[in-house]
């Protein structure tokens, strides 16, 4: 099992030399006014809470979008700040955006039209020329920053995710020297879904500058090369799975990420997490028997709505789970100013208002939603009570939920329900209870039989995946990546 200590060795012998700078969109710590005071608060998200841990144990520098209020008011000259605040292991340096910049790149080029795009969850995609110029632009000021760390030293640069599509090409122009990386953390579409973007070539080119590209899982990766094969003049070599365009060859690969199996599992037995389990009845009002939990943004890929009409028809279907059943549903809101995140919003709180009404008895009622924000030990303490855990996203690329959910889980009580629309399903169907999400009926079925399952067979389950997800943790992942650039 890799150790915070065996990728740090890892680092050291393999990029020793090398710069080492991570850039992303989201920025894993961020600061805001409480009052005349400033704190410094943790960000609760998927890529972040993975590559914190990474960068402490690398060191380094974070690029990434500011989104705290206070967040200028705590930088240096270089728009730099150590983290985290109480045993700061790295540089997060941040970027600022304009009113106009955000709403183009982020509400408009990267989640109405690469999002909507990349999952199968049949939303249309808008593709704005306004929006792509303002995309290009900020993906130029990210690659600007990576550009002034570099300085003339030679740098490992990771980028991550879907809305840093164009900065390995940008950076690449004034520094080919550099090695670069791209972590794509949402599904790639097949060729046939991803021929409607008319940005398509000039985005493939942005991935195809990059030494080594990673996906989740293989099917994804296959679905790279196919696009590429469908749409550029390019060699593509499915056995040692790379491509070669205008003379570069980039490496594709899969690397299902993990998560930080051992801390996760230390923090939630720590007292904090303990106190916050013995809070949560001003949460989730008595009485109930029976905790189900979710934990999403608000995003219609995640499958809410869908699942609420499965726990509709679990009530329906098995009666004598009313008044001891209760749903939590902890969805963040997110992307409030596109107009199709409003209307999801309106219609979970419709939905739930409306099973509520139909089931309500006494001070009982089947559904709780939580929109606001919870810390990280409200987090782990939901996961440590829950007796079971729904994830029945649409489509994702992994969903790290199902695995910080199993990671808490250290009381061996809880059960997966996992959608086998995830990348994680292929991980943890030895464990989890699979199901599909479209299917409200075998849904239902599915959580009467979590709830059923005999405490023998939940322990046994639960100890297969939490073994699996020690193993595969987040700093094999890091280190197979880094593993794999420095055979370059």
Known sequence: MWTKEDLTKTIQKNLKGYKFIIASNKEPYMHEYKGKDIKCIKTVSGLTIALDPVMEAAGGIWIAWASGNADKDTVDEN?????????????????????????????????????????????????????????KKVNQYFARAVLEEIGNDKAFVWLQDYHLTLAAKYIKEQR??????????????NPEAFR????????????????????????HCINFMDTVDFELEAKTDYEENSVIY???????????????????????????VKSAIDNLTSQIPPPYEVLALSVDRVDYTKGILERLKAVDRFLQKYPEYQKRF????????????????????NKVQELAEEINWKYKSGNWYPIVLNNKGIDYEQHLALYRSAD???????HDGMNLVAKEYVAANVDLKGTLVLSQFTGSARELSKGAILINPYDF??????IKKAIQMPREEKVERMRRLRNNIAE??????????ISNLARL
């Open 196 to 219: 409607i973007c008319p940005h398509k070539k000039e985005i493939l080119a942005g991935l195809l500058s990059c030494d080594l590209l990673g996906f989740h899982i293989r099917y």
């Open 472 to 481: 595969r943790n987040i700093y094999r992942w890091a280190g197979k990546v």
């Open 326 to 345: 209760v749903f939590y549903q902890v969805g963040a809101l997110s992307r409030i100013h596109i107009q199709t995140y409003k209307d999801l919003i």
């Open 388 to 394: 079971l855990c729904i994830v029945s996203s649409l």
């Open 79 to 135: 728009n730099c700040v150590k983290v985290p605040p109480d045993n700061p292991r790295y540089t997060l340096k941040r970027l600022w955006l304009s009113k106009e910049e955000e709403e183009g790149y982020y509400y408009g080029y990267s989640n109405q039209a690469i999002w909507p795009l990349s999952h199968i969850a049949y939303e249309k995609p808008i593709f704005l020329k306004e929006h792509w110029q303002i995309y």
């Open 246 to 272: 205008r003379d570069h060859k980039t490496l594709i690969r899969p690397f299902p990420i993990g998560v930080d199996f051992e801390g996760i599992s230390q923090n939630a037995k720590s007292q904090e």
């Open 441 to 446: 009926d075998s849904t239902a079925d599915a």
């Open 176 to 189: 080919p020297d550099a090695i670069v990386a791209m972590f794509w953390h949402i599904p790639w579409p």
